[in-house]
């Protein structure tokens, strides 16, 4: 049998169970990504219209929100809202005479990863309502509809051309921001792979087998999102 590095790292792959071990890591990245860009997604709409149409204490609160998420590295917000979260929902549990609570890994991945993703969805929200022209929206109002039914039939399918390039770049964002959660010891792909790395010492080879999975993700992603823009903006006139 004629030996090869290429064969070697496949064989690394496939023994003792790595390579499948992977893919359920991957699988467990794309469920952390998907679950914190929706929860993300319905912050950032509602804190994009608190911004634009909430009362001075409310855009304020919003304002102290979206920065501090925005000046302040993300794995220490991670650390931050993973520790003081729990600690703070299970010293509220401990003073209601309730026992505390062990967080699900990937659920608390969601909520930590969900929070961070929420303050720039609703910069970039906020921004592409503000893009659609005021004129549709007066129209709206002028045929009688209610502020409800003019967010649901004119200001989100107006301003999802504009918000889509920025809610595509958060997607994938949150795609590798999951790779962070390895410091909390989740058994996303990142802690897969440093477990199949430390146990091989094939670091090349798994460290690259982890970078091909995110890479072959994020050209996945690409191609849906240049679908979903090209849906979006069927019928608009390009400049």
């Known amino acids: 049998m004629i030996w090869s590095p290429a064969a070697a790292s ?12 992977m893919l359920v890591g991957l699988a467990r990245s794309l469920t952390i990504a998907l679950g914190a860009f929706a929860l993300g997604l319905v912050i950032g709409i509602a804190g994009a219209l608190g911004k634009l149409a909430g009362g001075a204490v409310t ?11 925005r000046s302040v590295p993300e794995l220490v917000l991670i650390l931050i809202v993973y520790f003081a979260g729990a600690d703070l929902i299970n010293g509220v549990l401990t003073a209601l005479g309730q026992a505390k609570i ?18 720039y969805s609703t910069e970039v929200i906020r921004g592409a309502i503000l893009s659609i022209p005021y004129g549709q929206i007066e129209a709206a109002h002028a045929y009688g509809m209610s502020s409800w039914l003019t967010l649901r039939r004119i200001t989100l399918p107006a301003m999802l051309p504009f918000a889509l390039p920025g809610l595509s ?49 994020t050209m996945l992603s690409n191609l849906l999102s240049r679908r979903l823009e090209a849906w979006a903006t069927k019928g608009v006139a390009h400049v």
């Not at 855009?59 to 998420?69: H, K, P, S």
């Not at 770049?169 to 199949?196: H, P, S, Y």
């Open 59 to 69: 855009r304020q609160a919003l304002d102290l929100y979206t920065t501090i998420v």
């Open 169 to 217: 770049n958060l997607w994938l964002i949150a795609m590798k921001d999951t790779a962070l959660l390895a410091v909390l010891g989740f058994g996303e792909l990142t802690q897969v792979t440093r477990q199949a790395a430390g146990t091989t010492k094939a670091y090349f080879t798994f460290f690259i087998a982890a970078g091909c999975m995110y890479l072959l993700a």
């Open 10 to 21: 496949v064989e690394l792959l496939t023994a003792g169970g790595w390579g499948s071990a």
């Open 102 to 119: 062990d967080f699900n890994g990937a659920f608390a991945g969601i909520i930590v990863l969900g929070v961070v993703q929420g303050a």
